[in-house]
């Protein structure tokens, strides 16, 4: 007599979705990571802080070049691209012998971004896209942020691309700023003595994750996860 074995699937192995626990770290799940750190209500906040309350609203390369004027300044992660920073993260956690979902790694970054053991440069878009195609250098006098106690404290998870390309931005520090674009020297001063406290937020980290579960779901009703 023919049996009918019904096996019953609890889950569909998508590998990147949010809430499955990762045992690796490919470049898939670290854009996964990267994404839900810029589509995170804690992503716009930090955003937001730092244009209107720190005064990180203009360029810094170009004086006149502000929000007041009805103009777009972009934030700039910097040595330390947002990307490195979920990497070295997630790597963290496997090193560790822990396996991890997409959205407790952009918690632990979303919290490194509070506490601004970050990097940023203020840019007009013109600027910012000038730099990813390699015709604009940053001087390390026009970043701000203390991920440099963010880069020490994880140098055991680092990826080589990462260490070259710090490496790289540290050698700049020996070059005078008169070796840069004239434009440069048009900065604003208003990155001056600036204070960098910790932000305390920790009521707003919980939305990242609810957010997450209800586009699941919502994808989950569309067969899309």
């Known amino acids: 007599m023919n049996t009918t074995e019904i096996m019953t699937v609890t889950e569909i192995p ?27 209500f804690e992503y716009r ?36 691209r947002l990307a ?12 560790n012998n822990q396996r991890f979902t997409i959205f407790e790694v952009a918690e632990i970054v979303m919290r490194d971004h509070y506490s601004l053991k970050v990097g ?13 195609g390699g015709e604009l250098e940053l001087h390390p006098d026009l970043v701000l942020g203390e991920w440099e106690d963010w880069y020490d404290n994880n140098k055991d998870f680092h990826s080589p691309r990462l ?24 900065r604003s001063t208003v990155f001056k003595g600036l204070s960098f406290e910790p932000i305390v937020q920790h009521n707003l980290l919980e939305d990242m994750r609810s957010d997450g579960v209800r586009r699941l779901d919502i994808m989950r009703m569309e067969g899309r996860a």
């Open 45 to 80: 906040n930090w955003v937001k802080f730092l244009k209107s309350v720190v005064d990180l609203d203009r360029c810094a390369f170009y004086a006149g070049y502000a929000m007041s004027n009805g103009l777009t300044v972009e934030l700039h992660h910097h040595p330390i």
């Open 14 to 40: 998508v590998q990147g979705r949010p809430d499955r626990h990762e045992d690796h770290i490919d470049e898939k799940i670290v854009s996964s990571i990267e994404r839900a750190c810029r589509n995170s």
């Open 120 to 132: 940023i440069v203020p840019l007009n878009p013109t600027a910012h896209e000038l730099f990813h």
């Open 84 to 95: 490195e920073m979920c990497r070295t993260e997630a790597n963290k956690l496997l090193t």
């Open 163 to 186: 260490i070259d390309e710090v490496e790289s931005h540290k050698a700049l520090r020996s070059r005078d700023m008169s070796e840069f674009p004239e434009i440069m020297t048009m």
